[in-house]
């Protein structure tokens, strides 16, 4: 058997990876490619374009327009949700940051006290 170019599966692992049309990723989101495009107009997501000119979205980009579309949905007008999505994902990294600066920390403290 001819080996497998692991290319293809990769992508199907990469969180980054634009795979998802406008209108499979409305479907996805149970909104409308208008939503979409009101995301990308206020910079929440900026799709890829295909050579064609047509967005993709990648999983990250859903899991982020359907937290605005959480907020919108209860009231929050699209600008705020927009710019709370942003802050929660500036907060999340900000923690991930901390917490590896905390494990080095305790690495080079314990390998000072051997």
Request: with cysteine; hydrophobic share 35%; proline share 5%.
């Amino acid at each position: 058997m001819p080996p497998r170019s692991t290319r293809a599966v990769d992508t199907l692992d990469d969180d980054d990876y634009p795979a998802y049309t406008m209108g499979r990723a409305a479907d996805m989101l149970g909104t409308t490619p208008a939503f979409l495009r009101a995301l990308g107009e206020r910079r929440l997501i900026t799709p890829l374009r295909s050579e064609g000119g047509h967005r993709r979205y990648s999983r990250y980009q859903l899991r982020v327009a359907a937290r605005a579309r959480e907020l919108v949905d209860q009231g929050t007008p699209i600008e705020a949700a927009c710019r709370i999505v942003i802050l929660e994902d500036q907060l999340e990294e900000a923690q991930r940051i901390n917490e590896q600066l905390r494990a080095r920390a305790g690495g080079a403290q314990s390998k000072t006290l051997v």
